[in-house]
């Protein structure tokens, strides 16, 4: 059974396409880091999750069924965080947690309690007289109180500073990891996606560009140096393991899909000639080096 399974997923807004034909499978718990330039399509792809909206074209199931014709039963298997979740600011936190658990029957109010006392969430304030990072917290404390089984998060830790964020992402593994969860996730803070996910995805004008286990992604990646030419560029940019060719100067430098100890003798064996230089890259030298511009 799949916990969510998107097929030839297009969603378009008037004659812009934010999804083209997305392939995505998620048959196991894990956790699910999505990444992508401003409007690769990662907001529109989790909100037909819950479901907020309808794909244009394709098949969206959510613990393998119609998310739309099993709403009520799939929300009380999901908690969502988008990344502009505002809640009813008149209200006290213990207000809107009273509420949440009349709706969710897993409730957990000691979980919740434990959690809001170490973000320092004072129960009796209203919602309104807190920053816009204790509202995130908020938020993700009425997403997780139930203990869901699939957990879906836009931008989760966004405005956040890093103690907080610290603190922040510490639930998400604490909770996954008393109920063995699925957290998908979208963020464009890479030490957050390097820290927590066990696999990439990342979407590239809607597509999906990347799609591979977060040790093997970060663990092939390189950046060389060597003398420019054009048929060197010309050769290294046809391999398929080079992901961006560049010149700086009289330098090329290029960034391959290839463990470090391993590039030289790719390069060698590929154009004829051993890089100069050979450098490990983190994520996010990465991820420019794929999306950014020619």
């Known amino acids: 059974m799949s916990i969510i399974a998107f097929t030839g997923v297009t969603r378009s807004y008037g004659a812009s396409e934010a999804l083209r034909g997305v392939d995505l499978v998620i048959d196991r718990p ?75 029957p897993t409730w957990d109010q000691a979980l919740v309690d434990r959690f809001a006392g170490r973000f320092g969430l004072t129960k009796q304030r209203v919602l309104a007289l807190l920053s816009k990072g204790q509202q995130r917290q908020v938020g993700l404390l009425c997403a997780v109180g139930h203990r869901p089984e699939l957990l879906v998060l836009d931008e989760p830790a966004g405005g956040l500073d890093p103690v907080a964020r610290r603190d922040f992402l510490s639930v998400v593994i604490e909770v996954l990891a008393d109920s063995g969860g699925t957290v998908l996730f979208a963020s464009h803070l890479f030490g957050d996606v390097e820290r927590l996910a066990d696999r990439i995805v990342i979407l590239h004008q809607g597509r999906v560009l990347v799609d591979e286990p977060s040790e093997r992604l970060q663990a092939d990646a390189c950046r060389i140096e060597m003398p420019w030419s054009e048929t060197t ?3 290294l940019s046809a391999w398929k393991a080079c992901a961006r060719v560049e010149r700086t100067g009289e330098r090329l430098v290029g960034t391959l899909r290839v463990a470090p100890a391993d590039a030289s003798a790719g390069v060698a064996a590929e154009i004829g000639s051993a890089p100069t230089e050979v450098q490990a890259i983190g994520l996010e030298d990465l991820f420019i080096a794929l999306t950014g511009a020619p």
């Open 30 to 104: 894990q956790v699910v880091g999505l990444l992508g330039r401003n409007g690769a399509g990662k907001s529109t792809l989790l909100r037909m999750i819950p479901p907020l909206i309808h794909a244009t074209r394709g098949s969206v199931r959510v613990f393998d069924n119609d998310p739309w014709k099993y709403q009520e039963t799939n929300k009380l298997r999901l908690g969502y965080l988008s990344d502009s979740d505002v809640h009813p600011l008149g209200l006290r936190i213990e207000d809107l947690f009273q509420l949440c658990s009349e709706v969710y």
């Open 233 to 235: 560029s010309e050769r």
